[in-house]
Nanobody, 115 residues
Framework: QVQLVESGGGLVQSGGSLRLSCAASGIIFSISPMGWYRQAPGKQRELVAAITSGTYYTYADSVKGRFTIFRDNAKNTLYLQMNSLKAEDTAVYYC?????????WGQGTQVTVSS
């Protein structure tokens, strides 16, 4: 079955950096569209960044220039490098992968940015 396990969240000061990781299994990682989403308290889950099997990327306007999504196909791991973090980036971050018609989700990792 598909498993996505996120790690790397934590507490960081405004302006700091974090790198999230998502270890994937049960999918053909190198060709699977994947993404990072986040959900802040009282808000809907939103797309942060997505990547296809090729070189197509998309980012939310709020994170462009600060966040970078990339994948290591040899390690079956998806990453999200987050720089210049702001208090409004505080949320639970989820990894997502598409397999056929279905989307799969990890359990989430908390990112808290103190101002």
């Amino acid at each position: 079955q598909v498993q996505l396990v996120e790690s790397g969240g934590g507490l960081v000061q405004s302006g700091g950096s974090l790198r999230l990781s998502c270890a994937a299994s049960g999918i053909i990682f190198s060709i699977s569209p994947m993404g990072w989403y986040r959900q802040a308290p009282g808000k809907q889950r939103e797309l942060v960044a997505a990547i296809t099997s090729g070189t197509y990327y998309t980012y939310a306007d709020s994170v462009k220039g600060r966040f970078t999504i990339f994948r290591d196909n040899a390690k079956n791991t998806l990453y999200l490098q987050m720089n210049s973090l702001k208090a409004e980036d505080t949320a639970v971050y989820y990894c997502s992968a598409r397999k056929g018609p279905l989307d799969y989700w990890g359990q989430g990792t908390q990112v808290t940015v103190s101002s």
